[in-house]
């Protein structure tokens, strides 16, 4: 619970509003700061293109969610803007995105969560471009010749311009914002040099992210070749309702459906056919180490010097992770809770629309961080492993190799027993390995750049905020 004493004038001056929201996150104080700072300021809504309409969302209704690529688009949740990879969100008729033109975001835009968790911020970089995205996100976009996308973006996410966001937001127990509830944020003019430079960095950032992107797509690409089932038919989606017959002798001990469904046979038949050209492995004999740390209640610290940053997958999963909690390093090192560079980290709880069963790869500046007691570490002998391993596991027929290994049906779980036995295609040539894996560690590489070239745009705008009320 939080307590705050604010001033009568605020009241006044905030349209007599009695909800915490406005006075709890910071608004206030970040609005005086930006009323005394010696620049120039505008509205939101002048630096958008057409003015208030270049604030908006795409409307409530009902999705028609499809499965065929052919009559699908690409269709972006509140959760999946904030996502480093893509390659697995949900698709929406074709159709559907004709008729409501808005749902089609571009290249540029600040999206911004309006609804639930109020305030996260995404900026459009070129995969997104194009692409649907729920009502639930806010669209603002700039007009380029007035200010730089880049920049508009640094500043509403910085530490100055979300609170004044967040401070928009209406309602107790499900919380939202409107397009009118910006419209009116006052938006600094910082000078060309600033606003450049941090249009620059946010623009590589997205660059390089798109980049990654398309790297981890060309080594799928080309671990299928090497596997031989390049252009394989996809397999049955998981989710999909499902009537399978198997004899007595086929059981193999498991009694639970899933184990047996359509997907899985498949799954197996795919892994004969690679079997022909490349041989096999269980996952534990390509490995260092499979394991899972022990349950324990987590000992929160708030001073950092005792405290390591601590993660759940949904955080590793975004595009720039931000630990939430500080655990106790000594409970940390007791339970062998922190991870490395290079590791693979596999949810082992969770539902099949999630993350659940999707391969995560520790990029470099997450090294050290400690991890949800909820995930399998996959330690790989070498970096190079490291990456045809992430490939490997990401490929469909592992992640249906790992999946129907769970036990449960509302909520499956994983151990590291049965995701020992997951079968990997293994090629004796090294090199064919190697040339895999230096895709996926560019990509890994890529996007630690990116978050490094995001923050340092982010800190150039408030470093310039700070200088000019100094």
């Known amino acids: ?34 009323d005394s700072l010696p620049v120039h ?3 939101l809504r002048e630096l958008t293109a057409g003015g208030p309409d270049g604030i908006f969302h795409a409307g409530r209704e009902t999705r028609r969610y499809v499965q065929d690529p052919h009559h699908g688009h690409p269709f972006l949740s509140s959760t999946d ?60 976009v700039p007009d380029e010749k007035v200010v730089p996308p880049g920049y508009l ?45 941090s249009h620059r960095l946010v623009k590589r950032a997205g660059d390089a992210r798109t980049r990654a992107s398309e790297l981890l797509e060309t080594a799928l690409g080309d671990l299928h070749a090497l596997w031989g089932i390049r252009g394989h038919a996809p397999l049955k989606a998981a989710t999909t309702p499902d009537v399978v017959s198997i004899p007595a002798s086929q059981l193999n001990a498991r009694l639970d459906a899933f184990y ?32 899972e740390t022990p349950r324990f209640s987590r000992i929160p610290v708030r001073d950092v010097a005792y405290g390591a940053p601590f993660m759940s997958i949904a955080d590793l999963a975004r595009v720039d992770p931000v630990p939430e909690n500080f655990v106790s390093k000594r409970q940390v090192a007791a339970m062998d809770a922190a991870v490395a560079s290079g590791w693979l980290i596999l949810p082992r709880v969770g539902q099949l629309q999630g993350l659940f069963g999707h391969v995560v790869c520790i990029p470099p500046h997450l090294d050290g961080v400690a991890v949800s007691d909820n995930n399998i570490r996959i330690v790989p002998r070498s970096q ?87």
Not at 9 to 28: F, K, V
């Open 153 to 197: 973006y640094a500043y509403l996410s910085s530490r100055f311009g979300l609170p004044l966001v967040v401070g928009g937001t209406y309602g107790a127990i499900i919380q939202h914002i409107e397009p009118e509830h910006v419209w009116d944020l006052p938006i600094p003019r910082l000078g060309d040099a600033v606003e450049k430079e």
């Open 41 to 43: 300021k505008r509205p």
């Open 1 to 34: 619970m939080r307590e705050k004493i604010i001033a009568s004038t605020w009241l006044e001056n905030n349209g007599r509003r009695l909800d915490c929201g406005p006075y709890l996150y910071g608004a206030i104080e970040a609005r005086l700061l930006l």
């Open 260 to 291: 047996h469904s359509t997907g899985a046979r498949n799954a197996d038949l795919l892994i004969s056919e690679v079997t022909k050209r490349v041989p096999v492995r269980a996952l534990a004999a390509c490995t260092e180490r499979v394991f």
């Open 81 to 140: 803007i904030l996502q480093s990879d893509l390659s697995l969100v949900a698709l929406i008729s074709k159709k559907q995105v004709a008729s409501t033109p808005k749902l089609v975001i571009r290249e540029g835009w600040t999206l911004i969560t309006r609804s639930g968790t109020i305030g996260r911020m995404a900026y459009a970089r070129p995969e997104m471009d194009g692409m649907a995205c729920s009502e639930h996100v806010l669209r603002v």
């Open 384 to 470: 190079e492993d490291s990456g045809y391993l992430f490939a490997s596991l990401s490929s469909e027929i592992c992640y249906w190799q790992v999946i129907r290994r769970a036990c449960g049906t509302s909520i499956p779980y994983l151990d590291s027993t049965r995701v020992k036995q997951v079968p990997v295609p293994w090629p004796e040539d090294a090199g064919a390995r190697n040339s895999i894996a230096a895709k996926v560690n560019e990509a890994m590489e890529l996007r630690s750049e990116a978050v490094r070239l995001e923050r340092r745009a982010v800190a150039i705008v408030e470093q310039a905020i700070g200088e000019g009320n100094a």
